[in-house]
């Protein structure tokens, strides 16, 4: 930075200038088009999902240790911008790009971030959030009809009651999960006579008052590792979350949940122990699946336990009402959570919590004297978070926009190119696909054609025959194949990452057809209304392409499992 | 709506078109110009802080109970948020609100949320996030700098290095003061040898372990309300955490907590008590003042307690140099946290929560399969969050644009305006001016000016008076004029709310020249720059001229404590 130009910068004068609204919008349309086509620019590439760039190199560019000192021009640091990481960001907008749960969004969203971040409201408080805190309760108000379907007159009643709260805007599901499971916690150990309640003395004195030797929450393999964050955080500890395995269609094995349940109410005396909360999960993260929300909610009732759903994938789907009976029983929930940057194509980040007593959110309220006094009406009430941004504007407006008829085309696109996906792939020969996609995530595997003959045929075997040393042997060999196209679907990924045209997402999972051995596996997500059946073949076409050529590194360790070799 | 735009909307190929950044800036740049005319009438329009509208009148508006079927233009629900959202908005960034931590931001601070929503980077993930993860970490090491001042070297090692985290940027100041006392958990009740640990085996479970009836947090009764959330959330309960009162500066009282300190390690056998955390306060959300800091980090060492800053208000102030000396002993901290939206400017809401060892987030480390994997990079391995935004990028950029030497003059600005205020009100005669203000707070309450002089008259009375009785009487006296001036002091603030021409915020407090009496006090902040002298002038008569008209209605209940009557 030169001396001129510090003298313009370092001067309260210019400083105020940035502080307000230009009186023409000349100057910010000057600034907004050439952002535009910035970004214009980094969204018409192909390619280059990730940039070409190393993580060394860019660990280097960001590695100025100290806060600049000296005040820059905006054009210079949107430039800055621009060149070091605009380039260097994920294109997660790609329709290349299906492998999370993140993708293109409408641009109308970046007009509603400009409003919020204009109007710059604080939720916390209605001095600080007058109509946005309104806008707010309708929206959950919006889900909380779309999943629990109470009558008109209890919406009436409840939409703007100060006094309640249907649920929370929160920064994402993780908060959501927490909050809901905090709900279970004081719902669990209540102040009562004689006990002032797990809030105010705390989680070691609640279970003692009530007579228990710990507290458990229920959810099956697939569950978000956000409940064991929250257990911990909430002082249960991660260990007692206990898993319920799940079966073929990465769903809940009731069967286990209900033996489970029995198994935990015989612990009597020094074990007794309360089961805190059941999870059930619409949109499982890795594989879309949804859970028996409808059987799970019956055994949670039986068992006296509080009944949580975590549908921040998922839950959005009720918007349409084809989705509605694979969802059945979500209203038997006391809460549930959802995201709006998940399926209702908001940008990072929003999650909402929806509780079906309007009164369990009281459970958690606090006030203070300065922010959100007592008798107020301000939000901040009944939240985690404390200042929280006006991020319901998107969702509000987006619902608006596109309609629920909307929603219906778009998860109709994306459940159509999930099966799509699949066909391409069992066409193609020498891919597996693993699940049936409810809620348009489809994981799969490469294995070379013969491969996977073979190991259909081994499981086959194994099914008919009733000689024990022949059915180890073939064990045994499912699993050393197994292994071999674990290490190449982890090779392929990697390589498909150098590659950086196209991006799917990788994970491993304990329980498929080959259950009890850990299965690596390709994870698509398919809800870019970008991407078509001619992106889709040629996603497939390269990971062929690359996954041959890495084969022949593996065939030799094939061949020797073939031939009884070790 | 009518027939023809719903055939146009609710068709997939005008869906999809949404999705696609337009190929020339012209559709948006259409929109944009739109918006920011719509802003701009907004924040150009004088008084009318938060809009005449009741609530009872929004109530009514936002009171649709069920979300949208079908699509709707663009444009008509822009229309819509600019006559029911925008219209009823409040105006925080109006220089005559001095109300709250919320002020006027930057303009370029919306460009910054353009690119943020446009690049929709995900932060838990460095597949979602590249770039983006490299600037938040350096921003985070930033800080760390300001507050901790390693060597350089330090720096070099530290800042891209995966394996550690300096800090974690969150949603905000609330989510950071939990993460600094859940470090702060784990620290007390670490894993070892035949112990799983707090995160692993559960609160109850790691104070039998260690041999503890309970664990306490101490803060000074100015404490944000964050902190007790924290300590229920964390399962300590909220009544563990002890209040230590404040001196009549509104810093924590050293004598006290010495004294409290010694009377905890005290307590034995059944009654022994972990000191988990000291919290110290850099800007008391309700004074601006500043605790102790280098005392209090040497008491809390002594104890062996783990030192918790919450500098979510003043932590901003490091950046220059003068602040350096009242913010001594900040570096003696385990942990601090800074909000982005308070002093930095940005618009709502991004937190940031700083560790002096960077390894103690290890403590709270998560991974999983799908997501975060083990030796990953990914960022989300350290944060109580999962989905986070590329929030970072608004400070990183801030700093750059306004620099050290810019926040100086903000800074100088604010304070300037603290002190000028101070002196309207004290030259106008009929307020009491009750804190110096260290960090643009000042608080005060309008007492008509014999009242004000009787109040002290009594009160120099009280300290030479020997006689019992005497000393009783003007007690009385004095409660009875201060209820008197509380009331006065509500009403007049609700007075002000409808008059809606100027915004201070009310508090209540337990400890100022009157303690142990609870004082209504009004609460300005002053760090809008574009709130001058003239302007707090006009706030200070209108206030005067409005608490002047209400006090009639007090004189005659002031007149029988004058006359010794009931």
Known sequence: MNKESKVVLANLEYLRKLFIMPDSPDKFVEFGHEL????HDFFKEKGGIHSSISLPELSHIFSTTAVPD???????????IKGKIIAHSVKVGNPYYIGHMTSAIPYFMILLEMIIAALNQNQVKIETAKASSFVERELVAWFHRLIFDRSESYYQKNIQNPRVALGNVTSDGTISNITALL??????FPPERGFGGVWEKGFSEALKYYGYSRAVILVSTRGHYSIKKASSLLGLGEENVLSIPVDDCHRMDLTRLRRKLKAL???TGKERTKVLAVVGIAGTTETGNIDPLDQIGELAEEAGSYYHVDACWGGSALLVDEYRPILKGIEKADSVSIDAHKLLYCPMSMGLVVFKNEKDLNLIKQTSQYIIRRNSVDMGRFTIEGSRPFSSLKPWASLK???????????????????????ILDDRGNFESLNSPELFILIYRFVPQPVREQLHTWQEEKRILRNKAKITRLDRNIKKVNQIVNALNIKLHKALRQDDTTFVSRTTLESTRYHPLNIVVLRAVLINPLTDEAILQEIVETQNRIGTGLWRGFESAYKKVLAGGT
Chains 1, 2 share one sequence.
């Open 36 to 39: 535009l086509e910035m970004l």
């Open 70 to 80: 000296e005040p820059n021009l905006i054009k210079n640091v949107l430039s800055e």
């Open 183 to 188: 709900v279970a916690r004081e719902r669990a």
């Open 265 to 267: 109410k015989r612990l």
């Open 401 to 423: 926009i596109i309609g629920r008829e909307g929603y219906r085309l778009l998860f109709k696109s994306a459940q159509a190119n999930a099966l799509s996906l699949k066909k």
